[in-house]
Every structure is written in C-alpha cells, then in structure tokens.
C-alpha cells in the first residue's frame, strides 16, 4: 500500500479526522458532509492491489476512491468504497504514519455504534473512546462521555492504536445509529462532538434536511459495506472482556 | 492475497448493478430496491426496511403469504436525480418494490406493521413449536 500526495500543502499542525465506511456509513456521510461544507481540497489517496479495482468519477474525471482532503488545518480520510479487512492494518499502518509527518495534533476518527432502538431515537448519543491519558482528559474537559471497558473493531480500533506508537492523542467519536442503514442524524450528533472537540462550527443544518436524500444515494455503498462489517467482527464490540481490573 | 471471500462479494455486487441496470431500463416504472434486514428476537421473525422519502403508512403496500413477503412503496412525486452513478441524464424513481423470503412457518393473522420516521418495521411470530426438554 502507499499513499500518494496530489498537491503540496503546508499543514499548520492540523486535526486529522476519519472517516471510513462502517456502522451506518456515520463517519462516511460526516466525512462527506465536512469535505462539502469546508471546500476541502483533494490532498492525497491510498492505492493498494487489494483495494477493489473501483476508480470513481467526479465531474468528469476519475478519481481514485480512498481519498485525503484537507486545508492547512484539517485533514479529512475517507472512503466511496468499502475497506477490504485484509487491508485494514495497512491503511492503519500507512495513514499514522502520514499523520505523524504532517504534524497532526490530534485525531480523530468518526464512527457509529449500533443499537436496536435506533428507530425511535430523534437525538442519537454520542460516546468517545481515548488512546491516551491526553486525549482522555480532552474528553473529560469537553465534557463527552467516555467508554471506559469493551471491544473496539475496525479501522478507528487500529488507528488508534498506532497512533500511541507515536505518542499522538486520538480519540473516536461514536454515535448511536442504524447498523445497516445509512445514518445522516448519527453523522450530523459525531460533527457536533469534533466541533466541540476541535473549536470548530460546522453547521449539520442541511446534513438534516437532506437526510432522506442522503439515505437514498448511501444505499449502495451500504449494502457493499455489509460484507467488510461482518468481516470486521464487529459484534463483538457488543460483548464483555473477560478480564477485570 | 484475497480474502476467501471476495470473489463471492465482487460477484454479488456485480449482480446487484446488473439488477439496478435492468430495473433502470425496463420501462416506465423505475423502482428502488430499499434496503432491509432480517432478525429473529424472541421466536418473532423482525423485518425492518428503510423507506426515506416515503412519508406515511397509507403510501406502502404490504403482501403477505406463507412464503414471502412483498413491499411497495409510492413517492408522493416522483425522485428525481440528474445523474444516477455513469448515467448521465435526468432520472426518477417513483416507487421502492422488495420481496422478503420468510425463512420458517408462520401465522398470518398475527403479523403486526408499524412505519416510523422512514423504517417499517414487521413482526412476524413463528410458529415453530417449542418443547420442553426434562433435564435428568
């Protein structure tokens, strides 16, 4: 895997966020939704021969489909496609380390949790998980609950982890949603909390109004998404650890 | 090296854009294919399906026999997108349509619906006929 950069930017340590395809697409339509609303460059991509060979078309030009926009303060992954497991630890691997040089400060990683009575939830919950005692104590500061025992799976899961390597704070941001449907209400509750994390403002105004719409065009992704999820074990965040402290 | 499998997975979404592809061109009713997902919880047999867009009951039609399930859904107007994926012209749907195999026995009269905010939800007891084992 490697990750190519298409334009030179000077990054003035930045935030990283993360968002790729899983539970309820949350952190892929909050991705989307920042890349719109802040007019995010197209900064780099991930190409790997085990990604599916998929390019994607963006007015009239194909572009590849796991992507890195930014500007000198935010750096945004995300994914039109689903992340095959096999390359997980890789892209975990790849993007910390990318993040590192750039001189992030912080990351993180968008992502949704499922409950069963999602259905009659108008404002979903947002809970946080800490790499570290720093982004722990950001959490507790901004006044988000924090997930304190559990299984974690997925690309945040290994992201996280790689970046106590580096001794850099991260932090995921997981919201109650649908497990296999797009979520754009669970997407707009995670911005709210990487606005109060970050000092950011960006509205979900609109990301509300279009949430049928949204609904509608995650469809496909979704559906190629439920394999990956399967894949990523993802049940398993719903059980116990064995061990007690 | 691929996962086991994704051969299975890369067929089955070529299957499913052939299906979209059909469903686009097979005259004047274009419909969409909702998503939905099956579950079984306390011996009732759960099916949602997500209907953005539809905005009340009275536009869904539910066909139930022993066997399957099937879905209609009318917009109120038709959906409409410039550009649908690499078609590139002017699109709109006007219905969601599915058929739902029922994976065991059921009894018909006590199926319950309910739609809230975009997911139907259908409950569907099984009969199946649970025994008590005596345990020596």
New interface residues.
């Given amino acids: 895997m490697k990750l190519v950069e298409d334009l030179q930017m000077s990054f003035k340590s930045p935030i990283a966020v993360e968002g790729l395809p899983d539970i309820g697409l949350v952190g892929t339509i909050a991705a989307s939704h920042i890349i719109e609303q802040l007019n995010l460059k197209q900064v780099a991509h991930l190409e790997s021969d085990?990604f599916?060979p998929v390019m994607v078309?963006h007015g009239g030009v194909i572009k590849n489909p796991v992507s890195i926009y930014g500007n000198d303060k935010l750096i945004v992954l995300t994914s039109e496609i689903p992340i095959?497991?096999?390359t997980i630890y890789d892209t975990a691997r790849v993007i910390t380390r990318w993040f590192k040089d750039k001189g992030i400060t912080l990351e993180v990683s968008l992502s949704g949790f499922p409950i069963q009575d999602r259905?009659?939830i108008i404002e979903p919950k947002v809970y946080a998980v800490a790499n570290n005692k720093e982004s722990k104590d950001i959490l507790n500061k901004k006044e988000i609950e924090v997930m304190e025992e559990g299984f974690l799976s997925g690309a945040y899961a290994l992201i996280l982890k790689e970046l106590i390597k580096y001794d850099l704070p991260a932090i995921a941001l997981l919201s109650q949603s649908?497990?296999?449907?797009?979520d754009p209400a669970a997407a707009a509750a995670v911005i709210l909390a990487l606005n109060k994390i970050a000092g950011m403002d960006i509205g979900v105004k609109n990301l509300l109004e279009k949430?049928?719409?949204i609904?509608?065009k995650a469809?496909?992704l979704?559906?190629?998404s439920e394999?990956t999820i399967g894949?990523m074990l993802k049940p398993v965040e719903q059980t116990i650890p064995i061990m007690y402290r | 090296?691929?996962?086991k499998?994704?051969p299975y997975?890369?067929d089955?979404?070529i299957n499913?854009m052939e299906d979209?592809f059909h469903q686009l061109w097979s005259g004047s009713e274009r419909w969409?294919e909702?998503?939905s997902?099956i579950s079984v919880i306390n011996n009732d047999i759960i099916i949602?399906v997500?209907l953005?867009?539809i905005e009340n009951k009275d536009n869904i039609t539910l066909n139930l026999n022993e066997h399957s399930l099937e879905i209609k859904a009318e917009f109120i107007k038709p959906?409409k997108w410039e550009r649908w994926g690499?078609i590139q012209k002017e699109i709109g749907f006007i219905t969601y349509k599915k058929t739902i195999n029922i994976p065991e026995k059921i009894n018909l009269m006590k199926v319950k619906a309910k739609f809230?905010?975009?997911?139907l939800?259908i409950t569907i007891p099984s009969v199946s006929k649970k025994s008590n084992i005596k345990i020596d």
């Fill in positions: 085990e599916p078309l095959p497991v096999i259905v009659n649908f497990l296999k449907y797009p949430g049928d719409e609904r509608i469809r496909d979704m559906r190629q394999g894949d | 090296m691929r996962s499998g994704i997975r890369i089955k979404i499913e979209e969409l909702p998503l997902e949602t997500d953005p867009c959906i690499t809230n905010r975009g997911i939800t």
